[in-house]
């Protein structure tokens, strides 16, 4: 292998056709699931957003389902990443903010949980920007 080239199973990997895809499918699959979770059980999913302290919690409900099922389903189709991953980088950051506010809390393992899961949120939000730019990249070589 010269310097500068990359192994050729990783290369083998990064240009199977279906890598692109599965790599959004990873990124976006539990906000697909989550959606449809809270879309077949309604009041837990009313429940949950007045966990949280939101009001009116069934808007926030509805809110949630529709940016959970629309903003996968445009990163998956392939048009319009941007605004799936912008939709989806939004709501993780209101959602870290909201759910894991460790700067708030009594050092212990619930802190520990909340700031782990609040830097999770932001990594996501790395590869929602990331998704954003590798299909502008590849739209511009079209």
Known sequence: MRA?????????ILEWAPTWFIARLMLVGAYLLGGVVKLSNWPAAVAEQAHFGMTPPALWAGITIAIELVGPLLI???????????????????????????????AGAERFAATNAFFEHIGLIGGFV?????????????
């Open 4 to 12: 500068g080239q990359d192994p050729r199973f990783v290369d083998a």
């Open 76 to 106: 998956l189709s392939g048009r319009l990443i941007w605004l799936g991953a912008g939709m989806l980088g939004v709501f993780t950051l209101l959602a870290a903010f909201t759910a894991n506010a460790f700067w708030s809390m009594p």
């Open 130 to 142: 990331l998704a954003a730019l590798v299909a502008e990249q590849v739209k511009r070589r079209a």
